[in-house]
């Protein structure tokens, strides 16, 4: 729900308390300089049913056990998408050497298998938690509003945007020096390929999730 006042709140309560139209209420506030989505917001509180007092709609709330589970739902996943673009760029420098690199090679493995070691903890207990939070969701919709959901979201969707960013201006640096070699080409497209999937994904979650809640 967008931020409200206390004044908004009372007089939104007051008005249907006294039998005001929710057309009439939107009109009046519009007319005092309210956006209709502050209106809006706090309407949507209040269930369009028939009785004497406004009745309340159930809000979503915040608990430990479910910021605990959203903390491992996003570690996870952070954990997760860095080690798979690591051990994606150490394959890239596998099929695409670089004779400067000659000396680092043997240090791969030991990069490659904490990568695969790392997927094998932490992708599966992301894939359980998502499903566990999914199907919690679903017996109560309202925690599609839960506050510490919806905001850890829009930070990984910030982060997602700012590699998404610094990824194409890498890009388009090398491009124009005339530096983009198919190595290179080829861990921005894997960087390209992990944030945009990310971001794409908890986009279109929480617009869907907003639309429906």
Not at 99 to 102: C, H, K, L, R, S
């Given at each position: 729900m967008p931020s409200t006042s206390p004044e908004l709140e009372l007089f939104v309560r007051e008005a249907l308390a006294r039998?005001?139209?929710r057309a009439a209420i939107r009109e009046a506030l519009a007319a005092a300089g309210w956006r209709d989505e502050q209106t809006r917001g706090v309407l949507d509180g209040y269930a369009d049913v028939a009785f004497p007092v406004p009745v309340p709609k159930p809000r979503a709330s915040l608990s430990a056990k479910e910021a605990f589970q959203y903390l491992v739902l996003f570690a996870t996943l952070y954990f997760s998408a860095y080690h798979l673009g690591s051990l994606l760029?150490?394959?890239v420098n596998r099929a695409l050497p670089d004779?400067?690199?000659?000396a680092r090679f043997p240090m791969f493995g030991d990069s490659m298998r904490f990568?695969?070691?790392a997927l094998v903890i932490a992708f599966p207990v992301f894939a359980w938690m998502s499903h566990r939070v999914g199907v919690d969701v679903a017996r109560h919709p309202i925690k599609r509003l839960s506050p510490v959901r919806r905001w850890l979201t829009y930070l990984t969707l910030f982060v997602a945007a700012g590699i998404l960013i610094g990824d194409m201006t890498s890009l388009v640096y090398n491009l124009l020096g005339g530096e983009a070699t198919p190595r290179f080409l080829c861990k921005v497209a894997v960087v390209a390929m992990i944030a945009g999937g990310v971001f794409h994904y908890y986009l279109h979650d929480l617009r869907r999730e907003e639309a429906e809640a």
């Open positions: 039998g005001q139209s760029f150490d394959l004779p400067a690199d000659q990568s695969v070691a």
